[in-house]
């Protein structure tokens, strides 16, 4: 959607950390997420940040949230193969949820 | 078994024909959503419905219409189906929390239009 925008592809060497960046319009939006989409599959949450923190870190995963410039961004540690999938970012607006472009995560040896 | 059920999972048909996209689902949700995937376009929203007596457009709903049988169902249509309107779908369902909008995806319908 055009109210939210994420690069489209990244490229990562395997064990390096991977860090996939957003931007957000709806100030107002109480929580902002992060899905996976693995090949032939459909979305999963990955991972999500109430708007009232700055960081949130979850294992491997860690998100930063920069409200004063409604930027997001998602920091995969020890990127593994694994890891390939598309990652999209998404912000609730009237309970309803509006999706970046999504980031094509590519993972090589 | 799925929580979100979408079918059929592919399907080729022919420029003008209808076509029902099917949706149910076993979490309970009152919220039900279409959207479309292209490359480069990320997901956009079709339709939703809050509700059994509930429907909402959503940014693209032209050339679409849904219906909710029930709580666990919604189905998706294309009345006269055309070529741009081949994309992978997908169904998804959230719950009523007023500010938590984490959404259940189906795992998709891929449709060809020919």
């Known amino acids: 959607g055009e109210d939210v925008e994420q690069s489209l592809f990244l490229s990562v060497r395997e064990g390096d950390s991977s860090v996939i960046n957003c931007t957000y319009t709806d100030s107002s939006s109480t929580y902002l997420y992060w899905y996976k989409q693995e090949p032939g599959a459909g979305l999963q949450l990955l991972t999500y940040i109430f708007s009232n923190m700055d960081m949130k870190q979850d294992q491997r995963l860690t998100v930063l949230l920069n409200k004063k410039d409604k930027h997001l961004s998602l920091r995969i540690a020890d990127t593994q193969t694994g890891d390939s999938a598309i990652y999209f970012c998404?912000?609730?607006?009237?309970?309803?949820?509006?999706f970046g472009a999504g980031t094509t995560v590519t993972v090589r040896a | 078994d799925a929580d979100v059920t979408q079918t059929p999972r592919n399907r080729i048909t022919k420029t003008g024909k209808r076509i029902m996209l099917e949706c149910s689902q076993t979490k309970g949700h009152d919220r039900m959503y279409w959207y479309r995937q292209d490359p480069g376009l990320g997901l956009r929203l079709i339709y939703y419905s809050f509700d059994v007596k509930d429907i909402n457009k959503g940014e693209i709903s032209d050339g679409y219409s849904v219906s909710r049988q029930a709580q666990a169902k919604f189905s998706l249509s294309l009345e006269s189906a055309i070529p741009n309107q081949t994309a992978l779908y997908f169904c998804?369902?959230?719950?009523?929390?007023?500010?938590?909008?984490?959404?259940?995806f189906g795992q998709g319908t891929r449709l060809t239009v020919v």
């Open positions: 998404a912000e609730s607006n009237d309970y309803k949820l509006s």
């Open positions: 998804a369902t959230s719950d009523n929390s007023p500010t938590n909008t984490e959404a259940f």
